[in-house]
């Protein structure tokens, strides 16, 4: 499960402070995929960031009781001088997982040919989305992290495999996703929650969470 309890985050803009979380508390257990519909600039990246680790709350505890996953898209643990199959593999050994197994998983599933073995940071943005897509599905998670839904590329035959992988794995394991359309949200989860000034509310389909998106939108 992943819960938060009485959690805060807030930024300083440099004219007034922009409050993320205000006291939020709430819990994920694992089979119930959560959506979160959130405006866009209310921070989505953020929360999902807290989620993963990624960033600290200012206030309040964040619990991680299974194995979760970094944000889909995210490229920080990725090292740019480095290619597709090193970073592969090395991440594979972080994870204790077999280099070979995520190396060939990757290099299938992304298609990117000989670009494979270059170093990443001479890729197209389509290419790197594809790649950390592709790793993020070749590791073992029991919450997968997704920012905004499938990454953004024009490759289809991409984007029909990841898609199919990624409804398989929603059969054994539980989808947190944040976006701000809730046609996004209906692919991948039933319980729903509305993000807006600081305040998390949960709801238990996405029909309830929708009422609420839409009546301030």
């Known amino acids: 499960m992943l819960e938060f309890n009485q959690v805060s985050k807030s930024f300083w803009t440099g004219q007034q402070r922009k409050v993320i979380l205000d006291r939020a508390s709430f819990r994920v257990e694992l089979g119930r995929s959560l ?14 960031n807290m989620m993963a680790g990624l960033e600290k709350p200012d206030e309040g505890t964040i619990t991680r009781g299974c194995r979760i996953s970094f944000p889909l898209g995210f490229m920080g643990g990725v090292v740019p001088r480095h290619s597709a199959r090193e970073n592969a593999r090395y991440i ?12 060939a998983f990757c290099r299938w599933l992304c ?4 670009y494979f073995d270059r170093p990443v940071g001479t890729y197209s943005q389509g290419m790197r989305a594809r790649f950390t897509f592709s790793l993020m599905l070749a ?5 997968y992290l997704i920012d905004e839904g499938m990454p953004q590329t ?15 794995r929603l059969e054994t394991t539980t989808v947190i996703i944040v976006s701000h359309q809730p ?5 991948f989860a039933r319980q729903a929650a509305v993000l807006r000034h600081g305040r998390l509310h ?6 309830e969470a929708r009422e609420l998106y839409d009546y301030h939108s």
Request: no cysteine.
């Open 35 to 48: 959506g979160i519909l959130a405006p866009n600039g209310t921070g989505k990246t953020t929360l999902i």
């Open 202 to 207: 949960m709801f238990d389909s996405l029909e």
């Open 92 to 103: 594979a050994r972080l994870y204790g997982l077999d280099p070979d197994y995520v190396e």
């Open 183 to 187: 046609q996004t949200l209906e692919r």
């Open 139 to 143: 590791l073992d998670f029991d919450i």
């Open 111 to 114: 298609g990117i040919a000989e």
């Open 154 to 168: 024009t490759d289809a035959a991409f984007n029909r495999k990841a898609g199919e992988i990624l409804r398989e």
